[in-house]
Structures are given as C-alpha cells and as structure tokens.
C-alpha cells in the first residue's frame, strides 16, 4: 500500500536497545507541540523497575493476509517498558459492532470490508478542504511508532504498537479556521460488507469527536498499523484514530471523515447512552461507569486485574487539556 | 428406554461444562478466558433456568406429566452453572477481593441483581431432597416460588449489563415473562372455573 522505500522495519530492531532500561516510559514528541501543552520535558523518563521491553516475550509479529510491511518508520516516538501484547491477542480480542458485538466477531467478519481505495474526506471550518486518496493523506508524514496503552471502557486493556502519524500534522494541512473548536469523526458506512450496521445497535454511521486542542495534541494519532505491518480490518483499517488516554471507543476505526465543526459533535455511544459515556471519556480511576467500577482493569494475557491509571498513565502530557474542569461532572 | 431417559438429560446437562472444560485446557478460549468463563457459566444458568419454568407450563399444555420427573435435576443444574458463574466472578475475576465484591454488590445494580438471583437459589438447592419435600409439606412448593425471582434477577442482570440492549438479553426477558405470565393466566383460569363449579353448586 505505502511505498516502500527501505527494507521492512523488522520488530527486533526497535526494541531492546539497553539505553532505555530501567525507564517506565519513554516519550519524545515534537517539541513545539510538547510545550504548547505545557508539558515541558520533552525527554519524559520515570524511573521503574526491571525492563523487559522487547517483542521476544510475543508471538507477534506475523503477517497476516492482506497486511503490507510498513517502511520508514521512526522508532520509538514512544515507547513503554511494559510486555506488549501479542498480535494474536490484538487482532482477536476486538469491539467493532459494524461486524458484530462478539469479541470475535471483527476477527471473523471484518475481512469482508473493502478498504482499497480508501478516501477520506477532510472538510467543515478549513481552509483547504479535500477529499484525500489514502496514499495521498498518508504520504508527506513521518511514520512513527508509538507504543501506547488502550484501555477499553469495559475495563481491560492492551499494550498496543501502534505506526501512524500525529493527527496535528493532517490537522495542519487542512488550516482550520478559527471557528474549527471540535473536530468531528465518520466511520465507514457500508452495510453490504459491515453486516452490524443493518442492526440498531448504535446510531450509524458510527461517530465520534474531540475538542481541538485534544485532536491538536501530540499524543493523538492517525494509525496505519500496527506491528510494523498495515494494520487488519478488525482494528480499524486501513486508518484509525488513536487516544491513548481516552477510552477505547473514542478512538474511532476505518476513519472516512474529518470535520471541523463549531461545537461538540454529537458522538455514538454519547447519543445511545449520556449517562454512561461523556463525549470526554478520559481514562479515569475515580469516575465508575455507572454499572461496573473503572479503578481496576484487566490486562489481557493477565490473570490478576491491575489498578487503572489516571489518563490511562498519560496525565503528565494532557492533564493540563483539563485544567480548572470537573471531571466527574465531564466524564 | 425410559431407564435411559435420566442419564441422557444429564449428560446433556453437563455438556456444556464439559466442553468448556475442554476449552479451557486445550486453550481454545480467547483471549480474556476470564470472561468466556464467565459469560459462558451464566447464560448456561439463564438457559437452566428458563427450561426449568418451562416445565410446569409444558406439562399442562400437553399433558405430559411425566416431565416432572427431570425438573428437580435441571433446577440444580441452574444452581451448578449459577454456582460456577459466582465462583468464577469471586475466585477468578476478582481473586478473593472482598472489599471489592462487597462493594460491587451494593453499589452496581446489575451485579446486586445476579447476586439476588443466586441468593434466591441457594435455598431451593439445598431444600430440592426428598426428605426436605416431605418435611415441609405445603410450604415446599411455597418456598420454591422463589425460582421466579431468581429469574426475574437473572433476566435484569442481563439486561443491565450488556452496554446495548438488543438481541438475546431481549429475548430471554420476553420468555421468562411468558412462562409467567403462563401461570398467571392459569391461575385466573383455575379460580374463575372453581368460581363456576361453587355456582354451580
């Protein structure tokens, strides 16, 4: 799919490098952004224990049908010393109810999506609005890595590498105006190869959205792939969005739309239940989802639950997109 | 023939158990096993519970009074896969935490619900011999009334913990209300006809 300029970043060159052991976690993101965010250092290294951040432990990553290797990715934009989860357990353990509400079912069903070509529509308060071949969205950026947590709503969670790019930078592109405050998001609507969208479940197409300034952090990013591979159907390809100190549904799969809007969009679960999901959603240990608790999580491939982070450990470099708000009352 | 007929509602019974079992070892589960063993104990218990209230009204439309004979043992197959779908929520999801559960139960409806519905089964298990029949006399079939609770719980449980609700908690809400929904128009039958007969009289 990407043109492929150097020889396949292989998974062993990217980890295991003894400069970053005994460091939790590693970030390095573009440094403007980094300090417009208030967060400073743009070297973030806590000390933690024993690290052991290398894929060896995994049975990632196999190429699976219909996957390209991704070339010229710039390793470790961020990276973590926790076990990453294997590619069986990313790609089998999936919530994407356009192909079914079983975990399995994306797995099993998703192949059936089309996803070249793949266009995406960039449009609302923007200077340059465009209809984008991927290819074409893709191209001009840096690929980049980012191994970040996902921590599902449902209260498990993953450890995810992810390849893509920060959305600021498609963002950027675009030159919203000065009325763009949200940004909206539009999943694929195809019901002839998404079987899930011919059933109420959700109000479809599924939609979500972020406040400027969450869409504009250097966290967030549009990903490609996963594994150094193009990433599988069941996780959202050919391009998703990724917030890492969001819960999972926030960060919407088989991207079609962009849209910079004026005001809070409206967003799929918000609308099939508001009192379960906010449009923030932040990760949030002190806030239950009104019928199960979210202070502790299930790491797959775990079998004691651990505590959730705030921010999903991420408060560091968003914290301060929150200052001043209630949390509880903003959930 | 008939002989055979026990043995085989009980192997069926177990079957499901069984090949989660299997599953299980074999590493067949997904990747959260926690959770398959979970959802998959507590639908089995929904289903146990549903054949088992299904008896009564299908004795009475067909006639066939011998299914009597099997709701005692698919009952306590209900409390087996409800005491599997406890232990797995007690033992394996939350590892003895009990601050945890207690909290749970008090604070989240749903699992208050499932807590309720299980609860309400524990008596009927330990009350299900003959001895227990014989001693409590009238109050027995009293006493197991309580089945209709516990699955009214059930059923809540599993609407209030899927985040949609479509589909299968939907449709397992709509047969337990029939099957009472069945007794209930049995019942006004019953009086309106022993009505007659003093009219009659």
Redesign the interface.
């Known amino acids: 799919m990407l043109i492929r300029t150097t020889p396949p970043m292989r998974a062993s060159e990217i980890t295991d490098e003894p400069v970053y052991l005994r460091r939790r976690e590693f970030i390095r993101l573009a440094g403007s952004a980094a300090v417009a965010v208030g967060a400073a250092p743009l070297l973030q290294a806590c000390a933690g224990g024993d690290v052991s951040a290398d894929f060896a432990g995994t049975d990632g990553p196999a190429v699976a049908a219909g996957q390209t290797p991704l070339t010229n990715v710039k390793p470790k934009v961020v990276t973590t010393d926790e076990k990453l989860n294997?590619f069986?357990?990313i790609t089998?353990?999936n919530n994407f109810?356009e192909f079914g509400?079983g975990?399995?079912d994306p797995q099993r069903y998703a192949g059936r999506m089309t996803t070249s070509p793949w266009k995406v529509q960039i449009d609302g308060h923007c200077n340059k609005p465009a209809e984008y071949h991927l290819e074409d969205l893709i191209r001009p950026h840096q690929l980049e890595e980012r191994i970040y947590r996902l921590r599902c709503v449902?209260a498990?969670s993953m450890v995810i590498p992810w390849v893509g790019i920060p959305l600021a930078d498609i963002i950027k592109r675009a030159e919203p105006t000065s009325k763009a405050t949200f940004v909206a998001f539009t999943t694929l609507y195809r019901p002839k190869e998404m079987f899930g969208l011919n059933?109420?479940?959700?109000d479809w197409p599924y939609t979500e959205g972020l406040r400027m300034d969450e869409a504009m952090h250097p966290l967030t990013i549009l990903s490609v792939g996963l594994y150094g591979q193009t990433l599988m159907n069941q996780n959202g390809a050919p391009i998703r969005l990724v917030v890492p100190w969001k819960y999972g549904f926030k960060s919407i799969k088989s991207l079609v739309r962009i849209q910079f809007v004026d005001r809070m969009p409206q967003t799929a679960w918000n609308k099939?239940?508001p009192r379960?999901y906010g449009f923030y959603s932040n990760v949030n240990p002190e806030v239950?989802h009104p019928?199960?608790?979210q202070a502790?999580e299930?790491r797959?491939?775990e079998?004691?639950?651990r505590p959730t982070l705030m921010f999903n450990g991420y408060g560091d470099e968003v914290a301060s997109l929150y200052a001043g708000m209630d949390l509880r009352k903003d959930y | 023939m008939q002989k055979l007929a026990k043995p085989i509602v009980f192997v069926l019974a177990v079957a499901p158990f069984l090949w989660l079992a299997f599953r299980a070892y074999s590493g067949r589960l997904?990747?959260?096993p926690?959770?398959d063993i979970t959802l998959t104990t507590g639908i089995w218990t929904l289903r146990f519970l549903v054949i088992t209230l299904a008896v009564t009204p299908l004795r009475r439309i067909t006639g066939w009074n011998r299914l009597i004979q099997y709701r005692r043992m698919l009952g306590l197959f209900a409390f087996f896969y409800a005491t599997l779908h406890v232990a797995t929520y007690v033992v394996?999801?939350?590892?003895f935490a009990w601050d945890?559960i207690l909290?749970?139960v008090l604070?989240?409806?749903?699992i208050t619900a499932g807590m309720v519905a299980f609860v309400a089964m524990v008596p009927l298990a330990l009350t299900s011999t003959r001895g227990w029949i014989r001693r409590l006399g009238r109050r027995w079939q009293l006493l197991h009334r309580l089945i209709y609770l516990s699955a009214i719980a059930a059923v809540v449980h599993y609407l209030?913990?899927v985040?949609?609700v479509?589909?299968s908690p939907v449709y397992y809400a709509a047969i337990v209300a029939a099957l009472l929904l069945f007794r209930i128009a049995w019942m006004w039958r019953a009086r309106r006809r022993s009505a007659l007969q003093a009219a009659d009289a």
């Not at chain 1, 059933?199 to 959700?202: A, I």
């Open positions: 294997t069986n357990e089998s353990y109810y509400q975990k399995d449902e498990w059933e109420p479940v959700l099939s239940n379960e239950d019928r199960w608790t502790t299930r797959i491939g079998f004691r639950r | 997904s990747v959260n926690i959770e394996l999801d939350l590892f945890l909290a749970d604070k989240r409806p749903f209030w913990k985040k949609v479509v589909g």
